[in-house]
């Protein structure tokens, strides 16, 4: 069913050549940097971006624009994952089923694993660390227009360290100077952020979650490169204490965030230090996921030994008004509860005390403002890619109405239109 579905959704791909105009007409315009719904708006799509939005009345649609009727739905802008891996391998049977994965095939299933995520709705991704540059080739295909997908900012492969979280990913780095070496390949061959494991993980059985295993001379290496290129670093990280300290030593994001503790989560909230909380991976709206993924017990054990404190964590994040960067660390298309990883993720956030306007800015604006790139994604606005999505209810009254999504416009050209 969901192969036709998306073989359906390739015939209605249309590219937007060069001078042509489109005009979506008759859905409300949700304004997520004002907070506000505009009832019967228009937006004009000029060579791939928005030349003008606001209320019917107030905004002509040229004439020479091809209509795009969307009455009754509610336009929001791309949804943005910024904890993606196309690449992603899990322990258990997935891990066995990809244990002989070779390259060529590697980027084939990330290829498909962005068309997915595209026709979910999301139309931008960052990946914290995937494998071989892979994602690096793809996200400049994609940019080609050679393949469907969504804008991609990479880190190139995670900065791990022996013995440490992801170690299983290939190459290790100890000390400062491996680090920087490190951190240089990332930057020449393409990335955009670096990010650094500096605790245990979930998905590997040795180093423990809550223990700072990165030493701060290792940090401050990568901090030091990644600020020589202009770019900035995040941090994988569970425990407290090492996410404090890699705070300190001026790392720009933390991911996942198990065990952060109210002190933690002020000093954050006063840098400014981004937090992506990927809540879904401990939560049980994910437990069939990883069923179906066939995860091994001690991987569940982990699982388990984190979710109530993960949820504190994001509770108190709210609280404190942290910078909060929606992010999944699952596929953003990957069933849950009923809909989507990146869906359940907002729907979550409201449950921790976001207003549904903060939730889906987490997915929008506040996304685009972690990647710098708010000057061209994140809202509807004259100027922007067009990368807008309709939904068949206000956001803004209940988050959950990104379960309806079926319209996904990305550059001004349709990917998804279920309605047609
Ligand atoms: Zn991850």
Not at 28 to 33: K, Q
Not at 300 to 313: F, K, L
């Amino acid at each position: 069913m969901r192969i036709l579905l998306l073989l359906a959704a390739c015939l209605v791909c249309q590219p937007l050549l060069a001078g042509e105009t489109r005009a979506i007409v008759g859905a409300a315009l949700v304004d997520v940097i004002e907070g506000q719904v505009i009832p019967d708006a228009v937006v004009v799509i000029r060579d791939g971006r928005i030349t003008a939005a606001g209320p019917a009345a107030e905004t002509p649609v040229p004439e020479d624009a091809e209509r795009i009727d969307l009455e009754g739905k509610w336009l929001i802008p791309g949804l943005m994952n910024m904890h993606v891996h196309l690449g992603l391998i899990l322990p258990g049977l997935m891990a066995a089923e990809h244990a002989t994965e070779s390259d060529a095939q590697l980027v084939l299933r990330m290829a498909d694993n962005a068309r997915q995520s595209l026709y979910a709705g999301v139309t931008t991704i960052r990946q914290p660390g995937d494998r071989r540059h892979a994602d690096i080739a793809l996200a400049r295909a994609i940019d080609r227009g050679v393949l469907p997908g969504p804008r991609i900012v990479s880190s190139g492969e995670m900065l791990n360290i022996t013995g440490g979280h992801g170690a299983s990913m290939g190459t290790h780095y100890d000390g400062p100077y491996e680090m920087r070496k490190a951190a240089r390949l990332q930057v020449r061959a393409g990335a955009q952020w670096l990010k650094i494991a500096i605790s245990g993980g979930i998905a590997t059985p040795v180093g423990g979650i809550g223990q700072g295993l990165m030493t701060p001379d290792e940090i401050s290496a990568v901090v030091d490169i990644a600020e020589r290129h202009g770019i900035k670093v995040t941090a994988h990280s569970g425990s407290d204490h090492a996410t404090r300290e890699a705070v300190e030593l001026g790392v720009h994001g933390v991911e996942h965030g198990y065990f952060l503790q109210r002190p933690t989560l002020q000093l954050m909230a006063e840098r400014g230090t981004w937090y992506v909380p990927t809540i879904v991976v401990s939560q049980p709206a994910s437990f069939d996921f990883f069923e179906r993924i066939g995860s091994p017990p001690w991987y569940m054990a982990r699982v388990y030994e984190v979710g109530q404190d993960h949820w504190r964590a994001l509770e108190m994040a709210v609280e404190e008004g942290v910078n909060i960067a929606l992010g999944t660390d699952q596929f953003p298309y990957e069933p849950n509860d009923g809909t989507t990883a990146t869906v359940r993720e907002a729907e979550y956030y409201v449950e921790a005390g976001m207003t549904p306007l903060q939730a889906l800015r987490s997915a929008t604006l506040a996304s685009a403002r972690m990647l710098g790139m708010d000057d061209s994604i994140g809202s509807l606005s004259p100027g922007k890619h067009a990368d807008i999505v309709a939904i068949e209810g206000d956001p803004l009254a209940d988050i959950s109405a990104l379960r309806s999504i079926g319209f996904v416009m990305k550059g001004g050209q349709v990917y998804r239109h279920d309605w047609e």
